[in-house]
């Protein structure tokens, strides 16, 4: 029960990365999956197409922006840790959960990108840190 609390918790900070993160991932996949991941997407983004989910312009800046406020919230909680991790010295589900959100990004914008060195160096550099500290467990 705990888990589902901080996945209610957690998801709706960073609900902006989807409209990066969705048409980027579609480019990493292999065909076979395009067509099922492109029909069902574009499905739950209304209709509009992959190539126009990800904003442009002022509104851009905009959902950037919202996606950054929605890191430092997450960061607030982190900040009260007695430790790198958000209950100490040792991982736990919530440290997982926040890094393989954080490992996807890395891997699906690439680790050059400037949506990656933007999401690893917010806050201090912690999500950064954060996938560097969990790289042991993969």
């Given at each position: 029960a705990l888990q589902?609390?901080?996945?209610?918790?957690?998801?709706?900070?960073l609900?902006?990365?989807?409209q990066?993160?969705?048409p980027?991932l579609?480019?990493?996949?292999n065909?076979?999956?395009q067509?099922y991941?492109?029909?069902?997407?574009?499905?739950?983004?209304?209709?509009?197409?992959?190539e126009?989910?990800?904003p442009?312009g002022d509104v851009d800046?905009?959902?950037w922006?919202k996606?950054?406020?929605?890191f430092?919230?997450?960061?607030a909680w982190?900040?009260?840790?007695d430790?790198?991790f958000?209950?100490?010295e040792?991982p736990a589900?919530v440290?997982?959960a926040?890094?393989?959100?954080?490992?996807?990004?890395?891997?699906?914008?690439?680790?050059?990108?400037?949506q990656?060195?933007?999401?690893?160096?917010?806050n201090g550099g912690?999500w950064?840190?954060?996938?560097?500290?969990?790289?042991?467990?993969?």
């Amino acid at each position: 029960a705990l888990q589902h609390a901080f996945n209610d918790s957690f998801v709706p900070h960073l609900f902006a990365v989807w409209q990066y993160l969705i048409p980027a991932l579609h480019g990493v996949l292999n065909p076979a999956s395009q067509d099922y991941f492109r029909r069902t997407r574009e499905k739950v983004f209304g209709g509009k197409k992959l190539e126009d989910i990800t904003p442009t312009g002022d509104v851009d800046r905009e959902e950037w922006d919202k996606l950054k406020a929605g890191f430092d919230v997450i960061n607030a909680w982190w900040e009260k840790a007695d430790g790198p991790f958000l209950l100490g010295e040792k991982p736990a589900f919530v440290d997982f959960a926040v890094a393989a959100l954080l490992q996807n990004m890395k891997q699906v914008f690439g680790t050059r990108s400037s949506q990656w060195k933007d999401i690893s160096s917010w806050n201090g550099g912690r999500w950064g840190e954060l996938v560097t500290r969990l790289q042991g467990y993969e």
